[in-house]
Structure formats: structure tokens, C-alpha cells
């Protein structure tokens, strides 16, 4: 990804945002068979050694556990929300300045290890997690669970999908967000977002 100096991302709290915001990955591998792309939702651990590990599933149809090895390479990528900017929104083309339309985005590229499990007590613990973050806020009696079902149609699920995990080896990620325009500007800008439904990319400026 190219990454100007002043788009850099280093903030491991942003980058964590992003990764828990929008959730719903990128794999891209380079298989026996060319290369791939699988959208899965992924959610990042970070085991007491200080490691990033990328958690996930995907379906035993899915070819991927067969075109690639344990421990081969994969890039992940999370995209967060994205927005074309119209010259028209910064007050300084009104000072006779002249502005061309960009696109405001942040991204980022995960590379990594991955390891495909057929454990069942991985795939119900990795399961237990993805549910007990994307089910509304996990405190409602009303939330989904793994218990929801009987043991038997669980049985029978797991043996339908593969655990995977992704050692995280390299990170790179990207805000583009208006760092090279004037505070009037990036002011602007980020009230024309936020009345056009664009709230998290607002907010991402807003904490620049």
C-alpha cells in the first residue's frame, strides 16, 4: 500500500478501532491456484506474549485449507468508511485557491502467518468469542448464545467449518483524512461528513 509520510497510521489505538469497528476482513493469499481474496470476519487477540493474533472461521467448502499450508503467508486487510471530498467543501477556494476532489479513507494491511484448526474446542472458544462481540452488546438476556442451540445441531455446524489463525507478522495502515489542507478546511470537512451520515470518518479527523 502507498503510504505517504503524512498519512501514516501508528496509533495502535486507531488501528484497533478501525480492526473492531470493521470487522469484516480482507484474506488475500497467493495459492497454488493464483491468487485469492475470502471476506471474513476476523477479531484480533493479543495473548499475554504481546503478539497480534487475527481469530477466525471459514466454511469446510471453502478451498483455502486446501491451497495453502499452515504457516503460509496471507495479507489481511480492513478498510474502514470512505468518502469522496469535493473541492467545493473547503472555504479557502473561496480565497481564490485552487483544489482538485480527493477521497477520504483509512486502511489497514495486516501480513501474517496462517494456521488452519480442526479442533472442535478451538472452533466452539472462537465461535464463543465472535458471537459474544457481534451479539448487540453481550448483556441482554435477549443476546444470542452457542447454549441457544442444542449440542447436536452445534455438533453438526462445527463439522462444517475451519478455525483460523493468523500470527501477525507486519502491519501497515493509512489515514487519508485532509492532513495536508488548512484547519478551516479540515473543519469543513468534517461537518460536510457528519451531515452526510459519515460518522466514524468525522470522528477519525476530529481526532487527528
Same mark, same amino acid.
Given at each position: 500500500?502507498?503510504?505517504?509520510?503524512?498519512?501514516?497510521?501508528?496509533?495502535?489505538?486507531?488501528?484497533?478501532?478501525?480492526?473492531?469497528?470493521?470487522? @469484516?476482513?480482507?484474506? +488475500?493469499? =497467493?495459492?497454488?491456484?493464483?491468487?485469492?481474496?475470502?471476506?471474513?470476519? @476476523?477479531?484480533? =487477540?493479543?495473548?499475554?506474549?504481546?503478539?497480534?493474533?487475527?481469530?477466525?472461521?471459514?466454511?469446510?467448502?471453502? =478451498? @483455502?485449507?486446501?491451497?495453502?499450508?499452515?504457516?503460509?503467508?496471507?495479507?489481511?486487510?480492513?478498510?474502514?468508511?470512505?468518502?469522496?471530498?469535493?473541492?467545493?467543501?473547503?472555504?479557502?477556494?473561496?480565497?481564490?485557491?485552487?483544489? +482538485?476532489?480527493?477521497?477520504?479513507?483509512?486502511?489497514?494491511?495486516?501480513?501474517?502467518?496462517?494456521?488452519?484448526?480442526?479442533?472442535?474446542?478451538?472452533?466452539?472458544?472462537? @465461535?464463543?468469542?465472535?458471537?459474544?462481540?457481534?451479539?448487540?452488546?453481550?448483556?441482554?438476556?435477549?443476546?444470542?448464545?452457542?447454549?441457544?442451540?442444542?449440542?447436536?445441531?452445534?455438533?453438526?455446524?462445527?463439522? %462444517?467449518? +475451519?478455525?483460523? %489463525?493468523?500470527?501477525?507478522?507486519?502491519?501497515?495502515?493509512?489515514?487519508?483524512?485532509?492532513?495536508?489542507?488548512? =484547519?478551516?478546511?479540515?473543519?469543513? +470537512?468534517?461537518?460536510?461528513?457528519?451531515?452526510?451520515?459519515?460518522?466514524?470518518?468525522?470522528?477519525?479527523?476530529?481526532?487527528?
Amino acid at each position: 500500500m502507498y503510504v505517504p509520510k503524512l498519512f501514516e497510521e501508528n496509533r495502535e489505538d486507531e488501528i484497533k478501532r478501525i480492526i473492531e469497528n470493521f470487522p @469484516l476482513a480482507t484474506i +488475500v493469499a =497467493n495459492t497454488k491456484n493464483g491468487l485469492v481474496a475470502n471476506h471474513i470476519p @476476523l477479531l484480533l =487477540n493479543k495473548p499475554s506474549n504481546g503478539k497480534k493474533i487475527l481469530i477466525g472461521h471459514i466454511a469446510k467448502t471453502n =478451498n @483455502l485449507h486446501k491451497e495453502l499450508e499452515n504457516n503460509d503467508n496471507v495479507m489481511v486487510i480492513f478498510k474502514s468508511e470512505d468518502a469522496y471530498i469535493s473541492p467545493n467543501w473547503y472555504p479557502t477556494r473561496n480565497k481564490k485557491r485552487e483544489h +482538485v476532489p480527493t477521497w477520504n479513507y483509512q486502511a489497514v494491511h495486516l501480513h501474517g502467518n496462517i494456521i488452519f484448526n480442526h479442533d472442535q474446542q478451538f472452533l466452539l472458544k472462537t @465461535l464463543d468469542e465472535l458471537i459474544k462481540i457481534f451479539e448487540k452488546d453481550n448483556k441482554k438476556k435477549t443476546d444470542w448464545k452457542v447454549t441457544d442451540i442444542s449440542s447436536k445441531f452445534m455438533s453438526s455446524m462445527l463439522k %462444517e467449518i +475451519v478455525g483460523i %489463525e493468523i500470527n501477525i507478522t507486519k502491519q501497515i495502515a493509512k489515514s487519508k483524512l485532509n492532513q495536508n489542507r488548512e =484547519n478551516e478546511d479540515i473543519k469543513n +470537512v468534517i461537518k460536510e461528513l457528519k451531515n452526510n451520515g459519515y460518522s466514524f470518518l468525522s470522528n477519525s479527523m476530529d481526532k487527528l
